[in-house]
């Protein structure tokens, strides 16, 4: 599903760098402090973290190319990923998603999907019932797995019904049962009305 991921000022990787990711098992092989779990905190970073600390910073801009002993620092990260959506896994009828996300030093930034500048919304919803997408167990780090294993059953039952394409259901639910309520109220509203007229 995942095809490529290129970044460009994000963290250690100043140049724009690319990522193809083939079918089968892709591992990122390195030494210490080259760069490894950078490439995962993009994957997270563009899948709508926003949480600074959880990327290993203080501020969002923080994800920024900081500067090396050779290099200035840069304004803006930029990360792209690339999704086959063949087997329309993502709630997209496109065959191809694309998914960009900018930050700039004064902590602004932007969603694109596709191109097009889009609300971190769409993206949610984009990512929704898919298994990809921020607090979702697409990403498992170190002390995850114990924590799985040592959740409660209803905890570990939500990661299961996200996992199995459920959850989009559910919050299609809930939206509908507020519309529902929203529509009941007003339709008592109109009762208290039309009472008045008679
Ligand atoms: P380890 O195996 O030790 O976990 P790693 O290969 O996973 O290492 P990372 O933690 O991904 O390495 O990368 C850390 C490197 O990224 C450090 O050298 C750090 O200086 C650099 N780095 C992190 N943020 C930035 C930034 N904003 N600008 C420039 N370099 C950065």
Not at 11 to 30: E, M, N
Not at 37 to 43: F, P, Q
Not at 100 to 117: A, H, K
Request: proline residues 1%; charged residues 30%.
């Amino acid at each position: 599903m995942l095809k490529r991921l290129e970044l460009i000022g994000f963290k250690s990787f100043a140049d724009k760098t690319r990522f193809d990711f083939h079918d089968g098992i892709t591992a990122v092989v390195g030494p210490n402090g080259s760069g490894k779990s950078n490439v995962v905190d993009a994957v997270r970073w563009i899948l709508g973290e926003q949480s600074a600390k959880s990327l290993r910073g203080g501020e969002m801009a923080d994800v920024i190319f900081n500067g090396s002993a050779s290099r200035r620092s840069l304004g803006m990260a930029e990360v792209t990923m690339t999704f086959d959506n063949a087997r329309k896994i993502l709630n997209s009828d496109a065959a191809e998603v694309q998914v960009t996300r900018r930050v700039y030093r004064d902590g602004t930034g932007e969603y694109l999907l596709n191109g097009q500048i889009c609300r971190l919304k769409d993206l949610k919803e984009l990512f929704l019932g898919s298994g990809a997408g921020p607090g979702t167990y697409c990403i498992i780090e170190q002390g995850r797995v114990d924590a799985l294993l040592q959740s409660s059953t209803k905890d570990r039952r939500l990661i299961f019904e996200e996992a199995a394409g459920i959850s989009r259901f559910k919050a299609k639910k809930l939206e509908t049962l507020r519309k529902l309520e929203a529509t009941s109220q007003n339709l008592s509203r109109v009762k208290d009305i039309l009472g008045e007229i008679d």
